[in-house]
């Protein structure tokens, strides 16, 4: 925590709690490839508790719309029933697409992992006890990031 971002360091990004010991939450930066960026954590006052606390770092290496040469269908959505199902077409580059739903709210509500058969994979996305809102899947296909949209109603 900190009442204040002021470092000697060239700021990228800030994020202050807004009172002692609070957590600060999820802070999203975008950053440029082949850069050394580093972490200022600090304390605003000698009443701040000490303790552990965690980093954690997800690395993007392409994002894209379209998968080169394939497809990406999310179907039927919007979703009324909570049944949707996943099919990526044309995948040459990997044995196993990774794939992660997040609410609208930045939390992820399913990961899953599938093996990609003759450059295709399709499976049911289980949603059924997903709440009504819009989500974001986002899957890993190789070198590829795709990001499709989804509305459960």
């Keep these: 925590t900190a009442a ?5 360091m060239t700021q990228v990004a800030c994020k202050a709690a807004t009172a002692p010991n609070t957590n600060v939450g999820v802070l999203a930066v975008s950053v440029q490839p082949n850069t050394s960026y580093y972490v200022f954590i600090s304390g605003s006052t000698s009443n701040d508790v000490t303790g552990t606390f965690t980093i954690g770092v997800n690395t993007v290496l392409s994002t894209r719309t379209e998968l ?3 497809e990406v269908s999310l179907y039927p959505n919007p979703s009324h029933s909570g049944t949707v ?31 990609v058969r003759a450059g295709v994979v399709e499976q049911p996305l289980p949603v059924q006890q997903l709440a009504k809102g819009v989500y974001s899947l986002q899957l890993q ?13």
């Design 141 to 153: 296909v190789g070198e590829y990031l795709l990001t499709r949209k989804l509305v459960i109603d």
């Design 68 to 70: 080169p040469g394939g």
């Design 85 to 115: 199902q996943l099919r990526v077409s044309g995948i040459t580059t990997t044995g196993t697409v990774e794939g992660s739903l997040f609410n609208s709210l930045g939390q992820r509500v399913l990961s899953q992992r599938w093996t």
């Design 4 to 8: 204040s971002c002021s470092t000697a």
